[in-house]
């Protein structure tokens, strides 16, 4: 039996010597190669998630991307790839942590999402609401798409950060709202706190009459909060696939990073139109940067460390039953793995114009 660690650097040996994939270009869809691995993945309606820009870009060369529908939240998402349902998938990282402890066979390979001061998530209370500080939250409501990943997450970390006790922050409840409903739910008094991001806080803002209580940007600066995953399993019976697919996918992030705004929103825009999925692309014109903390998504070690930390304070984890350097890899990543200079561009090649990490 192979060890997950054994099985990553065997697999990152095996594939080191492969040329990554040809520059930019758009691959024909209906082109399909009888020899491609076929990844299925889940996506997100409206948005474009980082395999598809890769196909885009020409980074997947002899992978083929099937789409097998959306998902309804991260923990969903990867508990999909651990089940088998589909070969790669994301979501927090302490979500990842809570898998991967209860024996699932997953490792994340790339940082996919994260904050800075272009892209993050708000707590936003009505702008006359006697919500000023951590402590005035007890007893009170605060809206989010789902438990046990990022926003919970968050939001007790930065009550435990004010100083709130253990038994005032149990007392904070915690209400799952359709993000589509959570700005009414706020004005209208059936939540005291409301998160949002993207588009949501964006037309929220613009209407005026809500104020931020705190960001999650605000916790940790530019800050990676999650990351893609594969199965073990996968990466044990594809190594030059897993490598391409990595590859590929951190080589996306990195061009998101460096490429100007407009050019990103534009590309987002003509393969949301061009799929053929029936929905809309409106929320891709209020994308501000990925977020990602680090070149094409190099995961650190404090990315999962303080989840864990998080977790094992608050009872979630047998304390020590699994190591923050157990859950991730960097071995496929181009940018960490001696491939590209971690400043380079998607092409290894000296980055034109300036990254995230140098705007914020």
């Known amino acids: 039996m192979h060890t ?48 598809e820009l890769a196909a885009d870009l020409g980074y997947l060369d002899g992978i083929e991307l099937e789409w097998i529908g959306d998902t309804t939240s991260g923990p969903q998402d990867i508990q999909a790839v651990a089940t ?20 699932s066979p997953i490792t994340s390979v790339v940082s996919y999402y994260g904050s800075d001061e272009e892209s993050f998530s708000g707590y ?10 951590a402590g005035d939250l007890v007893g009170r409501k605060v809206a989010m ?34 993000p589509a409903n959570t700005e009414q739910s706020l004005r209208s008094g059936q939540v005291h706190v409301a998160t949002l991001g993207g588009i949501l806080r964006e037309t929220a803002l613009e209407r005026g009459g809500i104020r931020p209580l705190f960001t999650d940007q605000g916790l940790y600066g530019t800050f990676s909060y999650g990351s893609l995953v594969l199965r073990d399993e996968f990466v044990e019976e594809h190594p030059d696939a897993t490598l391409t697919l990595v590859s590929g996918i951190a080589r996306a992030i990195r061009w998101s990073q460096v490429t100007p705004r407009e050019e990103v929103v534009d590309r987002f825009a003509r393969i949301v139109g061009e799929r053929g999925r029936n929905e809309s692309a409106e929320v891709i014109q209020y994308w501000r940067s990925s977020g990602v903390a680090g070149p094409g998504g190099v995961i650190t070690e404090e990315e999962f ?17 699994v190591e923050a350097s157990e859950l991730y890899t960097n071995e496929f990543n181009p940018f960490h793995n001696g491939t590209f200079p971690e400043d380079a561009g998607p092409d290894g090649e000296p980055a034109s114009g300036p990254t995230e990490s140098e705007d914020v």
């Open 4 to 51: 997950r660690r054994d099985i990553l650097r065997y697999t990152a040996s095996a594939g080191a010597v492969l040329p990554l994939a040809a520059a930019c270009g758009t691959p024909d869809p209906s082109a399909s190669d009888p020899d491609a691995t076929v990844v299925r993945y889940q996506g997100t309606a409206g948005s474009v998630v980082f395999p």
């Open 84 to 103: 088998g349902d589909t070969d790669v998938g994301g979501a927090f990282n302490g979500a990842i942590a809570k898998l991967v402890a209860a024996g």
């Open 124 to 133: 936003y209370v009505l702008e006359d609401s006697d919500i000023t500080r």
């Open 145 to 178: 798409n789902t438990l046990g990943a990022h926003h919970e997450f968050v939001v007790r970390e930065w009550l435990a950060q004010e100083g709130l006790a253990e038994d005032e922050i149990a007392r904070v409840e915690l209400t799952v709202v359709p």
């Open 305 to 321: 460390a303080i989840w864990l930390e998080w977790l094992d304070r608050n009872g979630e984890l047998p304390e020590g039953s």
